[in-house]
């Protein structure tokens, strides 16, 4: 579970919530994922989701109603999800044919909430005023009324919003071997790293919605996917919360977060 500014996003395989820790979350390669995100806040929030650099709602956004939650599956594609989210391995392949970016492997959650509404009430005013040769009496009235008023500035879900750009992710351009020259080697790469591509297709539909004015300030929330463990053990099911870490070195289990064996201390990493 990642925390940020009143709003959690987790990733999810198999109807199960994975373990989160140092913004690291661990899968088997070839495993399919969703997006559980969720409000705490009163306010609406708009959210943008990029994974490896690619903005994967095209150009949408998701509104996410104050304390509620909600599922992304995977691509979106209008107001229809197309394929799931698919961690796969990044191979020498891949990086060879799509080049090695430097944010593979990140899923990046930008949101921003709703302007907070303020409302200011000012109570009637008597007041008695005194003249020389006469009395009367004054009043002057000032009218209850509210501090902002509400307006659709932002589109529906379904357009783009304004002011906001997403710069293309950089990549690592590889020179072409002459004619005459010995093949090029394939690029080297982090052996645990791993990309995000379409997996099998979803029916998961969105309906279009509004917010009120946003806040100029936006939050930002990242979590790394990773298919080996920090020691290069490969991953061969996934760590959810609910996991008993199991010690290679005494077999002792341990609580999912638990970073070391309580019985002999080898780290659990």
């Known amino acids: 579970m990642t925390y940020q500014n009143k709003l959690v996003t987790v990733v999810k395989s198999n109807n199960a919530i994975l373990r ?81 970016r430097i944010d593979d492997g990140m899923i990046r959650v930008e949101f921003w909430f709703e302007k907070a509404r303020r409302e200011e009430v000012v109570d009637v005013v008597h007041e008695h005023y005194h003249h020389d040769h006469w009395s009367d009496w004054g009043w002057a009235y000032s009218y209850p009324h509210r501090w902002g008023s509400i307006y659709d500035c932002n589109a529906n879900a379904g357009d783009t919003m304004r002011g906001i750009t997403t710069n293309a992710s950089p990549t690592t351009n590889f020179a072409s071997a002459s004619a005459s020259s010995a093949p090029e080697p394939l690029p080297q790469i982090n052996s645990d790293e791993g990309i995000t591509v379409k997996g099998s297709q979803s029916d998961q539909v969105f309906s279009t919605g509004i917010t009120n004015e946003l806040e100029e300030t936006s939050h930002v929330i990242l979590i790394q996917l990773r298919g080996y463990t920090g020691s290069g053990v490969k991953i061969e099911k996934p760590v959810t919360v609910r996991t008993k870490l199991e010690c290679p070195t005494c077999g002792t289990k341990s609580k999912s977060n638990a970073a070391f064996c309580a019985l002999c201390g080898t780290s659990l990493e």
């Open 20 to 100: 989160e820790k140092d913004g690291c979350v661990k899968l088997p390669f070839g495993s399919e994922y969703s997006l559980l995100l969720k409000n705490l806040e009163s306010r609406k929030a708009r959210v943008k989701i990029t994974i490896d650099g690619e903005d994967v709602l095209s150009g949408n956004s998701l509104i996410l109603n104050g304390n509620s939650d909600m599922e992304l599956e995977g691509f979106l594609r209008g107001s229809t999800v197309s394929n799931r989210f698919k961690f796969t391995k990044k191979t020498e392949q891949i990086v060879k044919h799509r080049g090695d």
